[in-house]
């Protein structure tokens, strides 16, 4: 008898010689897994498989056997529709899968997606059994090559086993390491999302390849919460609202990939941010340094980031001598600390700067703001000892958690991520080293009160850290913050301090940046908020519109008024219906409107009307400011 746990925790004793899925209820379970190993449910149960754990869409695995199934229903239903597609490859992905497919330079127009989904519907209610088939390689290679799929053929000259697995479902069959679910029609609910056209391989030297994306649930109230989901997530894209807002523009034809232009309204976001940043940092003890944008790059050779990130750098020769690109701030802020000799009383000490800085990411990793090739980091190096490092952490988290929540952030989650003492010997500094650092980032944690979670064996060779990521609006999590413990930079560079007894002492490091990078937050941010930044942050806080242009005057001395009380303000005149003009403001996004008619000329009111709140009526300046006041001010400022 062989132990069979179900999905649900229950479990049943199977005889051998019986398939998985003769023993388990139709519906319950999509594949199998055993000794680490994923299975099909046709597969043969025996005593030398140990114990059998049955997996359904509830498990990573079993939501990409449903989606890599999917993938082949695809694929079957091209080839019927379409008979001179050639096969590439159809994984499942992060959410859903794709398949992508040679049409000989075709494009998959809308109506094809539409009569391939129904095809494959037709496919999932034929119920065709799937069937696993293990062959040497030179057989597949010749079965595919007789079949005329030129893709798969490559693929299999390229698998070093002898033996591979093919999957046939009816007349479709497909190189594959599977597992698959039982039949076709386990598959229930199924949707085609969008077509890109890709090079085989992501080479440009190949032939383009149609990539069709698609879901698939097995109900349709997941199906329809996936389609919701997706459409809220399409309108709040900061690549389609940050250029229709005009904040910024990527003109990579013209200026190379991931690299920004900032407009003037992005551009006063941004440094409405970066002011308040800098304040907030003078505030708490830190000081705000410069560093330049390029350096000999055996700067980077001492601090050892030349030999394993040299791809990612911009390297360049001049007079002779190779330059390069700051990929990142830390060495000039070591060199400020190296400055002269430091004294126990200096610390700890807390340089800060908005260091942009560039790095070499494939353009197909690339992605707007959040993955940039070019970014400013709200970089800041403390220098400090091992006895105040608690307190430094402690300071640190009250610091991201003051940051957070005045950009609209309360959700936080804490990772901590320390070494595998197994393999001691890939990790620099002292056992002690290790162990007092993360027992102060545990400290620290706990003195503040937060759940974190213990990653082993995930801290960089050189300290353990502590990773805080936010949720946003609607429930992502963005990875922003980072605390990183460093026990190899001080050493490389020898930074020490003068102790009270006249010794001296290696200084504990640490990396951090709370943000992250400006550009990403700001991107995140806009796509929290969906474009409707928090009054504070607004690049126009306030528009003026003039009834008619017989208040044009008084919208002009409002206008300066306003501006003289710092309140970024504009003015549309009367050049169109007052009705236009507020459907265009609303349309910009701009938090309040101010309507001066004829009533308001008389009485010196303006008439307020609040995004997202609409009409509040008219209200004296003095009425304006009580209640707009403090909002219209950074929260360090209120
Ligand atoms: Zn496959
Ligand atoms: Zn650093």
């Known amino acids: 008898m062989v132990k069979v746990i179900m999905p649900d925790g229950t479990t049943l004793n199977a005889e051998e010689g019986k398939r998985i899925l003769d023993v388990i209820p139709r519906g319950i379970g999509l594949i199998a897994e055993a000794s680490g190993r994923l299975l099909d449910l046709s597969t043969v149960i025996s005593d030398d498989l140990g114990e059998i754990r049955v997996l359904d869409f509830n498990s990573r695995e ?11 229903i695809l694929a079957q239903a091209v080839k019927r529709l379409f008979k001179e597609a050639k096969l590439g490859i159809g994984p499942p992905i992060e959410e859903g899968f794709y398949y992508e497919f040679d049409l000989g330079g075709k494009t998959f127009s809308q109506e094809d997606l539409e009569l391939i989904e129904e095809e494959m519907r037709r496919i999932v209610e034929e119920d065709i059994e799937i069937v696993r088939e293990e062959m040497r390689r030179e057989e597949a290679i010749a079965l595919f090559r007789e079949a005329g799929e030129p893709y798969k053929v490559e693929l299999l000259e390229e698998i070093e086993e002898p033996v591979v697995s093919i999957y046939r479902q009816g007349e479709f069959f497909d190189l594959c390491r599977g597992p698959h679910l039982p039949s076709t ?15 085989w391989r992501g080479d440009e030297r190949n032939p383009v390849m149609q990539r069709v994306y698609g879901i698939s649930f097995p109900s349709k109230e997941m199906l329809e919460e996936f389609l919701v989901r997706r459409e809220e997530i399409r309108k709040r894209d900061h690549r389609v609202v940050g250029p229709q807002l005009d904040l910024f523009s990527m003109p990579s034809e013209i200026i190379g990939p991931g690299l920004i232009l900032w407009h003037p309204k992005g551009a006063r976001v ?29 700067l980077w050779k001492i601090s050892g980031h030349l030999n394993y990130y040299r791809d990612f750098m911009y390297v360049f020769e001049k007079e002779g001598i190779e330059h390069a690109v700051k990929p990142m701030n830390c060495p000039f802020h070591i060199l400020i600390y190296n400055s002269k000799r430091r004294s126990y009383r200096e610390l700890p000490l807390r340089l800060f700067e908005l260091g942009t800085v560039y790095r070499f990411e494939k353009s197909g990793v690339l992605h707007g703001l959040l993955r940039a090739r070019g970014f400013t980091q709200d970089d800041a190096h403390i220098f400090t000892t091992r006895e105040d490092l608690e307190d430094e952490v402690v300071g640190l988290i009250d610091l991201n958690e003051y940051l957070m929540r005045s950009f609209g952030f309360e959700e936080l989650k804490v990772e901590i991520s320390t070494w595998d003492p197994r393999r001691r010997s890939e990790y620099m500094g002292s056992d002690e080293d290790w162990s007092a650092a993360q027992s102060s980032l545990e400290g620290a944690l706990r003195r503040k009160g937060y759940r974190y979670e213990i990653m082993e064996g995930e801290a960089a060779f050189y300290g353990p850290k502590i990773d805080m990521k936010l949720v ?45 990078s400006i550009e990403r937050f700001f991107g995140i941010l806009l796509e929290h908020y969906a474009g409707n930044f928090p009054l504070w942050i607004a690049p126009i806080q306030l528009r003026i519109l003039p009834v008619s242009q017989a208040q044009e005057g008084r919208a002009e001395e409002l206008l300066a008024l306003m501006s003289a009380r710092g309140v970024r303000a504009d003015i549309r005149r009367a050049e169109s219906t007052l009705s236009y003009r507020i459907r265009e403001s609303e349309l910009e996004k701009i938090p309040i409107i101010a309507i001066i008619g004829e009533r308001e000329m008389k009485t010196g009111e303006i008439s307020v009307r609040v995004k997202g709140k609409g009409n509040l009526g008219s209200m004296s300046l003095e009425d304006f400011f009580r209640t707009f006041g403090k909002e219209l001010l950074p929260p360090d400022m209120r």
């Open 185 to 199: 029609g386990y598959v229930k609910y199924m949707k085609l999302l969008q077509v890109s056209s890709s090079y």
């Open 472 to 516: 946003d609006s609607i429930g992502r999590e963005w990875q922003l913050s980072t605390i990183q413990i460093d026990f190899n930079l001080p050493r490389r560079f020898d930074l020490k301090y003068v102790k009270a007894d006249g010794s001296e002492e290696h200084i504990v490091m640490i990396h951090r940046a709370l943000l992250g």
């Open 270 to 298: 941004r440094r409405i941010i970066e002011d308040f940043l800098v304040r907030v940092h003078l505030s708490r003890g830190y000081e705000l340094v410069y560093s330049p944008h390029i350096a000999y790059s055996t």
């Open 62 to 72: 079993g939501k990409e056997a449903y989606w890599h199934t999917t993938s082949h």
